[in-house]
């Protein structure tokens, strides 16, 4: 009740029947250690999902007070402890709480009927302190990692630190909508991979602070951000994931310094806003078209797109596709700007395909490297008025830069081949388009996926090494990273299978002739 505390001892197991649950509508000080954690849990001998409800905290909750450094300082609190088999009884997750803020730390929340945790509004609810959930693992649940019913809530979360994998929805979800409330979120330094839906959704107005998560392998978009404020996605490693890499819409779009590869298309954009997209590299990603930029009914959004690395992207679509696809704004003439990029060895018909009308003013995409310095060779790499079609504006990519300007990403190496031996694996690859490339890495393990790689050998300014001492039959996953003299490394090359073979064993049979003395 209300101005009641209930406290849990460290290594405390609490048992929950079925249909059964906690209830705070005071202060929860749930506080186990490392050696020594809280335990929520099923009764049954045999657990499962669902088992049990919820930990429900109550709008009439202690919420959890933070001090000027961001720690917690008073106010309900589960840190070290295991929320397992619950979300049953239709609860929207193992952990909720409704208009209530909370400090949720070094917890390990799996096997829920539903979400992992979940954060609710109600509206006209007023404003919520943050909700700060860190240095957890969140797993295995069957909807969401961590769910946000943002949309009718006035509030912050942060969520830092945590291991979000193997949930049946996204991995953080904000909910839907783009108004309605005002929210401060700041998803930071999180593993958020595997999970069935999108890797991180930010959706609702306010500010977004999205930095340094590795957001991969999961079964829709890697990031996507829908609503009104200022966002800010930088830093992350976006790739492997079934759909667009970042797709933003409507606000204020900040995306720099990320890694974006391999995904189902590079960054896509919708409705409005403003997009300054610097310093990525964009890589390896595939789409029908704009496998690396496009967009999806967006109004009269300006867009920078600069200093970045754009290559080995491939789009799909035919008669023609593009690696970078441009849109008609709705109304007026919005600034399209392509500069200072490193554009080059991508599969597509068209770098650039311009959709503007000739009534707007011309694209800037003036010094860039387009993988060559002949001006036919990248006027061919361009669709634009000049292709006879009198309807759509030009692309001025004059000046245009002789070789690659290293301002922006190292590039991943290219043309990596593999010729297994007598356990040896010799690598060939091609040299880095940069001047400044200053060496070279080999990586390699045993596990078939892919980086993070058991082992790096540093071969100095080479583009070739054998890697010695192999174990017979074993087969190796190997890739090449690039570095450059101030030490900033590339992301890695596309990963080649190779098993090293046994070493020959020479006999010679010496047989005396019949009748030899």
Request: aromatic residues 8%.
């Amino acid at each position: 009740e209300s101005g009641v505390t209930l406290t849990i001892e460290a290594g405390v197991t609490v048992k929950f029947d079925s249909g059964t649950g906690l209830q705070i509508k005071g202060e929860l000080l749930a506080r186990g250690t490392s050696v020594s954690p809280i335990v929520f849990t099923s009764s049954q001998s045999s657990p499962a999902k669902g088992d049990w409800a919820a930990i429900d905290f109550f709008d009439q909750a202690t919420d959890a007070v933070f001090d000027s450094n961001g720690d917690y300082a008073s106010g309900s609190i589960i840190e070290y402890a295991q929320i397992r088999y619950g979300g049953g009884g239709g609860k929207s997750a193992a952990i909720t709480a409704t208009s209530a803020a909370l400090s949720l730390n070094q917890l390990t929340v799996d096997y829920s009927d539903s979400s992992g945790i979940a954060v609710i509004g109600v509206s006209g609810g007023g404003t919520i302190p943050v909700t700060k959930i860190t240095n957890s693992t969140i797993n295995n649940n069957d909807a969401h990692g961590v769910y946000c019913d943002c949309y009718r809530l006035n509030g912050s979360i942060t969520v830092s630190d945590n291991t979000i994998t193997g949930n049946g929805s996204s991995g953080i979800d904000t909910g839907g909508g783009s108004s309605g409330g005002s929210h401060t979120f700041v998803f930071t330094n999180n593993v958020i991979s595997s999970n069935g839906g999108v890797g991180i959704s930010g959706q609702a107005n306010g500010t977004q602070t999205i930095t340094g998560n590795t957001v991969r392998d999961n079964g829709n978009h890697g990031i996507r951000t829908h609503g009104n404020g200022t966002y800010t996605i930088q830093s992350n490693t976006v790739t492997g994931n079934t759909g667009i890499g970042i797709y933003g819409s409507y606000t204020t779009h900040i995306i720099d310094d990320n890694t974006i590869v391999s995904n189902g298309g590079g960054i896509k954009i919708y409705y409005g806003g403003n997009y300054t997209i610097t310093d990525n590299l964009i890589a390896r990603n595939t789409a029908a078209d704009g496998s690396a930029f496009t967009s999806a009914g967006a109004w009269s959004p300006t867009v920078s797109i600069e200093g970045n690395v754009i290559t080995q992207n491939s789009c799909t679509g035919t008669p023609t596709c593009s690696t970078i696809l441009t849109f008609q704004p709705s109304s007026g003439d919005p600034a399209f700007t392509v500069s200072g990029n490193n554009i080059f060895d991508n599969t597509a018909t068209y770098e650039i395909d311009n959709n503007r009308s000739i009534s707007l003013s011309n694209i800037d995409a003036s010094n860039n490297w387009w993988g060559t310095n002949d001006q036919s060779t990248i006027q061919a790499k361009i669709y634009d008025w000049s292709d006879g079609d009198a309807s759509i504006g030009i692309v001025d990519y004059s000046p245009y830069l002789p070789t690659a300007t290293t301002t922006p990403p190292v590039s991943p190496p290219t043309g990596v081949a593999a010729t297994p031996g007598p356990t040896t694996i010799a690598f060939t690859w091609d040299a880095n388009p940069e001047s400044d490339t200053a060496g070279y890495k080999v990586h390699y393990d045993t596990d078939a996926a892919g980086y993070p790689y058991a082992t790096s050998v540093d071969v100095g300014n080479l583009t070739s090494y054998t890697l010695p001492s192999l174990n017979t039959g074993t087969t190796y996953y190997t890739a090449v990273s690039a570095y450059d003299s101030d030490g900033n490394e590339s992301w890695y090359s596309s990963d080649t299978a190779s098993t090293a073979q046994s070493t020959p064993t020479t006999m010679v049979f010496l047989i005396q002739p019949s009748g030899a003395s």
